[in-house]
């Protein structure tokens, strides 16, 4: 019998954790954009590399700041 192999993988970091951003506000837009796409969609994890936990609240502080009118929900393409 061969002895049991693990796939051994390194841990990634999320892009929170080299920001070392505490909490999420609906009111920081410039942090905001930069999960949006240029249409106003919000990027998933898979693309920005965040955590799940992370992901939850930008999509939720992303919400609150289109509902107070701070983001668009749909950014028109230029014709």
């Known amino acids: 019998m ?8 390194k841990k990634r970091k999320g892009r929170f954790a080299d920001i070392k951003i505490g909490k999420v506000d609906y009111k920081d837009d410039r942090l905001l954009r930069k999960f949006m ?5 919000i990027i998933p994890r898979r693309i920005t590399g965040v955590s799940a936990k992370a992901q939850r609240k930008l999509t939720r502080a992303i919400k609150r700041a289109r509902i107070m009118a701070l983001l668009p929900f749909v950014e028109e393409a230029n014709k």
């Open 2 to 9: 061969m002895p049991m192999e693990f796939d051994v993988r």
């Open 37 to 41: 796409s240029e249409n106003g969609k």
